[in-house]
């Protein structure tokens, strides 16, 4: 590693930033094949999300004819209502992208300290209570949780201790309870891998208190689980649509990728195969970059611990 | 073994106990009343107390659980509010109608993945191995609901009459029509699954085929098909069983939404519509259905994994039974 840095500051004729982006180049290569093409479907989906709403019309307006197939006016076609179907599927995506995002942060920032603290005291009572309440989580599907919090809250806003959280507040906060035990496993495993390393006895011969100790720890906790987190955003995203789908998510005239399916499969009967077809090809499309990306930032993890 | 088993067995227990007091509790905060829900907003509160006593809503909430805990353990799930039926009775047929279907997909698609994987591992760069690797990707990434609407629109408005795109017959009024009636549901359900499954064979067959003992039975003179289905396939099926066994609990949760794409009578919809109504003793009893058929697998997968793995169990001895195994 430093033999390939060293020169690159002597040089000094090019400027710092582009001799480090070089290097940064040298050093992790050309992305394979299949990489490039889901950090493709990437952007695409980001794009989707983000600068067509800006473009498109108001996805609950109606812009055209019932089920008018795809066209210059309308690229995607228009739904039942005439309503923009483009519109209403880049409107879902940024709904989707939103949800997988801040659900799996807020998996993430739960379960990490559950599963590192679960493994610091590996084999003790807490670490077999926090294993078998996170069981319990994992036994109940998310729809099931999801009927839940909906028999409780109902599909509208709800406040809680004098904070509103609208409905897609409370799909985050229902899909990242649900991803807890898995990532808390994670982090546990790869706690348990960590703390027979030297350095972590080290620092407790050294005295440390145990916060600074799982502090150092965590440095070399993350790196796999923040990977293993990006491939979470696919299943996130899938499972806001499949509760979409259910109408247990984010409720009409809110535009959703599963809610527009939803209705789609109103209308196979009349052959509108657009209105299913080409939103569920979005939806497929982001799924499979995610876990394409996914896939390639695991495998360089593993490499790397591995060497 | 036998401790293993004890030990997982308490541990299951207990986490159906968690399981079930979570939903009784949740339950029971949940706001509107079945009362209403049976007799209308018209009735008189008279009418409405005598109901409640009957049914022990009026019972202090500590009371109500203990009572429900205690006929639970006699497996007692009690009545649905609606039709006076025995919850039991209510779940039976659409818990083997989700079962059936979930076991099928499993055998079904356990084994395609396993050739696939096999055959794209023993020619690393071929065809097959290409076709593995991009399409177990796409595969996982394909909603069920979706592709299940797609299914509907070929099979149902383009080429109808080929395979029913809706509906269950069942198995004793029709056994041909019976399996037709699987086919979609079928390859909705678990063609992701297969995909996994296909993927951690590859994996685990392609690192097998580098190992040492690989390398003594190819230097030993073993056909190369011997080396591949009995030597080295023997240690690539055991991560591989695992995947297997976990996805056997998630596909009987994915069954709601391929039940609701063709109209399956399965547990996925008796659980929404019992939820629908607010039909506690049956929205409970089907939830913790669902939770203790997920925590079964599980177990299954551990034993097996056990069965299969002498590392794991020579590691039993030494350390505790819990750690060895979460870890």
């Known amino acids: 590693m430093t033999s390939v840095t060293v020169p690159d500051r002597i040089s000094g004729a090019t400027p710092a930033w582009r001799s480090r982006l070089r290097s940064w180049a040298r050093k992790t290569g050309r992305p394979a094949p299949l990489t490039a093409a889901g950090i493709a479907l990437l952007v695409g989906f980001t794009v989707l999300a983000l600068v067509v709403p800006l473009f498109a019309p108001d996805p609950r307006a109606t812009t055209g004819l019932p089920l008018e197939s795809p066209s210059a006016g309308h690229f995607m076609g228009t739904d039942h209502l005439g309503r923009d179907l483009l519109a209403r599927t880049a409107a879902g995506a940024r709904l989707s992208l939103a949800v997988g995002f801040f659900s799996v942060l807020l998996g993430l920032v739960l379960a990490v300290p559950l599963g590192m603290v679960a493994a610091y005291r590996a084999g003790s009572w807490l670490d077999d209570a926090v294993m078998r309440v996170l069981e319990t989580v994992q036994a109940l599907p998310v729809f099931v949780f999801a009927m839940f919090v909906i028999g409780l809250t109902g599909t509208g806003s709800s406040s809680v201790a004098g904070i509103t959280l609208s409905m897609s507040t409370k799909v985050v906060l229902l899909l990242g309870i649900s991803f807890l035990p898995y990532f808390a496993r994670v982090a546990r495993a790869q706690t348990l891998a960590e703390v027979h390393e030297d350095y972590v006895g080290a620092l407790r011969v050294l005295g440390l208190p145990r916060r600074r100790v799982l502090g150092e720890v965590l440095v070399n906790v993350l790196p796999p689980v923040l990977a293993q987190g990006f491939l979470w955003i696919a299943i996130a995203i899938f499972a806001e649509s499949a509760l979409g789908f259910l109408a247990l998510g984010v409720q009409p005239p809110t535009p959703t990728l599963g809610g527009i399916l939803a209705d789609s499969g109103n209308y196979v009967l009349v052959d509108a195969w657009w209105y299913s077809v080409l939103p569920g090809l979005v939806l497929v499309l982001a799924v499979t970059g995610f876990n394409l990306v996914g896939d390639a930032l695991n495998d360089r993890i593993d490499r790397g611990g591995s060497q | ?327």
């Open chain 2, 1 to 327: 073994m036998l401790a293993f088993l004890a030990r997982r067995l308490a541990g299951l227990a207990l986490v159906m106990w968690l399981v079930t007091t979570l939903v009784f509790f949740l339950l029971r905060f949940s706001p509107g009343s079945p009362l209403f829900q049976m007799q209308g907003f018209s009735t008189s509160q008279e009418s409405r107390d005598k109901l409640a006593e009957h049914l022990g809503l009026d019972d202090p909430l500590p009371v109500q659980y203990a009572h429900y805990l205690g006929r639970l353990l006699h497996g007692d799930l009690g009545r649905s509010i609606y039709n006076n039926r025995t919850v039991t009775s209510l779940i039976t047929g659409p818990l083997a109608v989700t079962l059936e279907l979930a076991l099928v997909t499993a055998l079904v698609w356990v084994a395609i993945g396993i050739l696939l994987g096999a055959l794209a591992a023993a020619r690393p760069g071929g065809f097959l191995d290409g076709l593995v690797r991009v399409g177990s990707v796409v595969v996982v990434s394909i909603p069920s609901f979706w592709l299940g609407v797609v299914c509907v629109i070929v099979f149902g408005v383009r080429i109808p009459g080929v395979l029913p795109s809706s509906g269950w017959v069942p198995f004793g009024e029709d056994p041909v029509e019976h399996l037709r009636c699987l086919v979609l549901p079928v390859f909705v359900l678990g063609l992701g699954a297969g995909g996994i499954v296909a993927r951690t064979m590859r994996a685990s067959l392609a690192d097998a085929l580098r190992s040492d003992h690989v390398a003594y039975a190819r230097a030993a003179g073993l056909p190369e098909r011997t080396i591949l289905w009995r030597v080295a396939a023997r240690g690539a099926l055991l991560p591989t069983t695992t995947v297997a066994g976990l996805m056997m609990g998630m596909l009987v949760s994915g069954t709601v939404l391929v039940e609701s794409v063709f109209r399956i009578p399965g547990m996925g919809r008796l659980t929404v519509g019992a939820f629908a109504g607010q039909d506690y003793p049956l929205a409970t009893g089907c939830s913790l259905t669902i939770a203790l058929v997920f925590l079964l697998c599980n177990l299954v997968a551990d034993l097996v994994q056990f069965r299969l793995d002498p590392r794991l169990r020579a590691s039993l001895t030494r350390r505790r039974a819990g750690t060895a195994v979460a870890a």
